[in-house]
Structures are given as C-alpha cells and as structure tokens.
C-alpha cells in the first residue's frame, strides 16, 4: 500500500466522529476527509461547518460521502454505533453493535476498499474482532482504538498525582477496554524511575493505586452521567493513531491488537501497546507482566472471548 496520508473516512457522525473530524482538522491530518453516516444532512452540515476551519489550519478537502468514496482511503475510522447510555456497561451494546458493524463492513468492503480500519465502537475490542472477520481484511490493517483512551486518562490521573507532565508516565492500561482493565503498575516509570518507588515516597499504598485504577476505568460513566456521552478524549487518541499511519511514524501506542501467542493469548482483540506505521499494526509489544498482572490479563482476555463467542452465536 503507497504511503499517500491523503483520504481518511469517517464512517459515523455522532459525537465521537464529529468530534474526530475536529481534530483532524486542527492537526493538521489528511487532505481528504469524507464523513459517512446515515443521517446525510448531518454530515453535510458538519462539512460545512469545519471546512470553515481550513482557512485557520491547513487547505482540506472535506465532504458528506458514501461508502463508495472508501475506494482510495488509506484509512477508515469506524466510531458508528448505539451510544452507551447511563448505567450501561460497554459489554451490553455487543449484540445492537455486532448487526451494526456487519452494515458497515459489507458496503466498505464492496467498494473495493483495502486499507487500514481503525474500529472505536463499543464494546471495542469485539467490534474490531467482528470487523476483521466481517472484512477479512489482514489481521495487522485492521484493530481497535483499544486502551488508549484509558491509557491516557491513567496517565493524567497519575500526573495530578505526583505533579508531573502526563507525558512523562510511561503506564498502560491493558486489557479490556472495559470493567476488566487493568494497569501495569508493577513495570511503570517515570524518568526511568519506578513507579512505585515514587508512590512509596509519597507514603501511597497498593490500594490506593487500585483506587487510582478504579476510578480511571469508570471515568468515562462520571462524565456520561454528566455530559450524556465522552468524546473529546476518544477523539483525541484516534486523531493521534491516524497520524501515526498517515506519516509512517512506527510510534509505539497503546491500541487493541490482534494477538497471536502474545500474553499466551491467540484469537482475540485486546489492549496492549503495539508499533504503528503505515501498513497498520507493524509489531505488538509484549509487556513482562508480574504473575499478579498476567492473571488479570487471562481473565479480561476470558470475559471478552465468552461475549464474542455468545454474541456470533447469535447471529
């Protein structure tokens, strides 16, 4: 596939498409942006409303579009779904989103699309896993936009905490993205610190850090029953994934990978940082877990395996 960074599609202009589409302008991203959703006034008037944009950021060409226009797309963004509601976990939207996705599959790949598929429906990692079988497209163009929402709220949490820049935590989330995450404590640093190290002068426990966690992985219910819905954050981690493709950064970034013997784990979607390029997953970096940790991941991984299987049952 030529290295162009030219057209990405949207498909799905709710908040978290619209909200992509935003970013990508004021990054900077793509010449080419077509939005695709089945409310077709909507994405016309998004068109409208951000190329208003272009005259303050960079000239981009940006129109309501069809599957038909995926054709020549380097990369497909999928954030199409219903919405979780208050109260909702990501897990119950499976079977609503599984006929959703396949909607969305079967038109893409008809128009001769063969790129990369970045999935951010919920629950995630099983909608990627649905978009791969649905595409049969290879395993390394398409993958989810996993844990790195919550990847990037730890790291938040975790600068308030010890009065650093974010970008200075080097954590992850792994896992699900869902209930069943999980952080890396035992292997995070900051400054080639340990964590720990620095939570031990802090006088903070294991469980405060558990509770630090906890409150990471439910962020996203306090600001649903808030706000009705999170999007600016989700936004955020795709446009930084779609610039990692678009210009062939081989950035490593916490996504849903597909693994195959990683974690001891095969035939399944799920967080962990991973190497992306041009040509999609270029490498999964497979973290040295503690025994307390590769049990938290068996069991996420677990959880996730019996909804897919449930959930295509169905079908």
Known sequence: MALKGRKVVVIGDGAVGSAYAFAMVQQQLAEELVIVDVFKDKTEGDALDLEDATAFTAPKNIYSGDYADAKDAELVVITA????KPGE????????????MKSIIEPLMASGFNGIIVVAANPVDIMTYAAQKFSGLPKTRVFGSGTSLDTSRLRVALGKQFNVDPR?????ILGEHGDSEFANYDEAEIG??????????????DDDLEQILYQT??????????????YYGIATSLARISRAILRDERVVLPIGA????EY????????????IDAQGV??????PLSPAENERMQASAKTLKAITQDAFAKM
Do not use: C, M, W
Not at 222 to 228: D, P, T
Not at 264 to 275: R, S, V
Not at 282 to 287: F, G, L, T, W, Y
């Open 264 to 275: 001891g784990l095969d035939d399944i979607y799920i967080g962990t940082p991973a190497i």
């Open 81 to 84: 779904g219903a919405p979780q």
């Open 258 to 261: 597909y693994l195959e013997g």
């Open 217 to 230: 992985a439910h962020k996203a219910y306090e600001i649903i029953n808030r706000k009705g819905a999170t």
């Open 192 to 205: 080639g610190r340990p964590l720990k190290a620095f939570a031990k002068d802090a006088n903070l426990s």
């Open 168 to 172: 200075s935590v080097n954590a992850y």
């Open 89 to 100: 976990t990501r897990l119950q939207l499976v079977d609503k989103n599984l006929k959703i």
């Open 282 to 287: 270029a490498k999964v970096i497979e973290i």
